[in-house]
């Protein structure tokens, strides 16, 4: 049956390579964007992710409003504001951190936890000055719950736990100061007043929105810069499960009024993007590999046509309808597997050379070249794909040369 299916194939050897090339076009260029799209968003989270926390927890905000105030007032009285009252009553922290670091040491999904605080400053240096975001942290445990110890192009980052006023900035951020290890800086907090600091090293993430805007420091600095000693604004918890993060999150939210939120909703955005990204890529696909199909089906519709003697004859040796189903059916599946295969073969070469190509650095990271993701999960979807099309453009023709009569084949051919 099989001979016979590839005989009747083979009769058009143009249109049948035609159809062949067409379903492997598809597929490759399937594989082609889903690489380009899969590798740039693993970095990207890969980045975000390590960077910052798989789950955050920071205090709930509380903007105080003119309606904030009114259990204030005696019931029912009348209060005219003047100018409504629109500000934050206190720096904003967590009430009680201890309870929270006593949760994280006895949840088994928990790896590691930094506590954080945050504080905006000025760093300064001669006549430079930049607005930038200032972390108090523990390195110790900071190397643990981040991937920052990994993220770090000069100096270690443990030498924060050593002693004295010591920082470390992003390397755009110290380049754009002008500031070398070893070298002074000045930190201006909000009140005006100036801290001497020494920088340690540099890191780079790939994020120039972090790289330019963020530098570390020790915790209890950071809070006695801020004059809050003891307090805490954010916890950083790496888990062992990364896909549980958003679970996660959404459990512990419910213990308390801070906010707990994992690295997805953190960075809503990104995933937004993302979801976009998938349902542009399945459409493209989906569109090229139509086309591919209705290309095997008018191959298989006209050798339907052509062979309808054939068709008679092994009607008349016993052929019922289910063998002429298969036989067109056998055709539609080598056409769908032979331009899978090559598919593939042309989209890994294809990649090949994408991962070649360099340009500048792309929007807020520093990302010089087309990444791609080899995922075996691209090829699998990419070779169903181009099956699936040889599957429905090979059914109608085998169902339709399987109704045909072979007495009313031979008075067509005789007429």
Same mark, same amino acid.
């Given at each position: ?110 790896? =590691? !936890? %930094? +506590?954080?605080?945050? @504080? *905006?400053? /000025? ?8 607005? #930038? ?81 963020? =530098? !570390? %420091? +020790?915790?209890?600095? @950071? *809070?006695? /810069? ?8 954010? #916890? ?180």
């Amino acid at each position: 049956m099989l001979f016979l299916a590839l005989r009747q194939l083979f009769s058009r050897p143009r249109q049948t390579v035609l159809a062949i090339l067409g379903i492997g076009l598809g597929t490759t260029a399937f594989l082609a964007i889903s690489g380009m799209m899969l590798g740039f968003r693993e970095v990207i989270i890969r980045q975000l992710v390590n960077s910052t926390a798989h789950v955050s927890i920071t205090p709930h905000e509380d903007p105080v409003t003119e309606h904030s105030l009114d259990g204030f007032f005696f019931p029912g009285s009348l209060v005219k504001w003047i100018s409504p009252p629109v500000a934050k009553d206190e720096s904003l922290h967590l009430d009680f951190p201890q309870g929270w670091f006593d949760r994280l040491d006895q949840d088994p999904s928990v790896e =590691a !936890y %930094a +506590p954080q605080f945050s @504080v *905006q400053v /000025l760093i300064s240096r001669t006549k430079v000055s930049r607005p #930038i975001r200032l972390m108090g942290v523990v390195a110790s445990r900071q190397i643990k719950a981040t991937d920052i110890q990994e993220d770090m192009v000069e100096g270690n980052f443990q030498d924060l736990d050593k002693g004295g006023f010591l920082v470390i900035l992003g390397r755009s951020l110290g380049e754009k100061m002008g500031v070398r290890k070893d070298g002074a800086i000045n930190l201006i907090d909000a009140r005006g007043a100036s801290h001497p600091a020494k920088v340690a090293g540099f890191f780079d993430t790939g994020i120039t929105d972090i790289d330019d805007t963020l =530098a !570390y %420091a +020790p915790l209890h600095y @950071v *809070q006695q /810069l801020n004059k809050t000693p003891g307090e805490i604004s954010q #916890i950083a918890v790496r888990l062992k499960d990364v896909a549980l993060a958003r679970a996660t999150a959404d459990q512990w939210a419910l213990l308390g009024r801070d906010k707990v939120q994992s690295w997805d909703q953190a960075f809503a955005n990104f995933t937004t993007v993302f979801k976009f990204q998938d349902i542009m890529r399945f459409t493209l696909s989906w569109i090229i590999v139509i086309v591919a199909a209705f290309g095997v089906y008018n191959i298989l519709n006209m050798i339907v046509i052509q062979k309808r003697g054939e068709i008679a004859i092994l009607r008349s040796m016993g052929f019922d309808q289910r063998d002429i189903i298969l036989l067109f059916f056998q055709q539609g599946l080598f056409l769908g597997v032979c331009g899978g295969l090559l598919g593939m073969g042309l989209g890994t070469l294809l990649c090949l050379y994408l991962e070649t190509i360099h340009f500048g650095g792309m929007g807020h990271t520093t990302i010089d070249h087309i990444l791609i993701s080899w995922r075996l999960s691209t090829y699998l979807i990419g070779f169903t794909l181009a099956f699936l099309s040889g599957v429905f453009a090979g059914f109608f023709p085998a169902r339709a040369a399987s109704r045909m009569s072979p007495i009313d084949i031979l008075r067509a051919e005789g007429s």
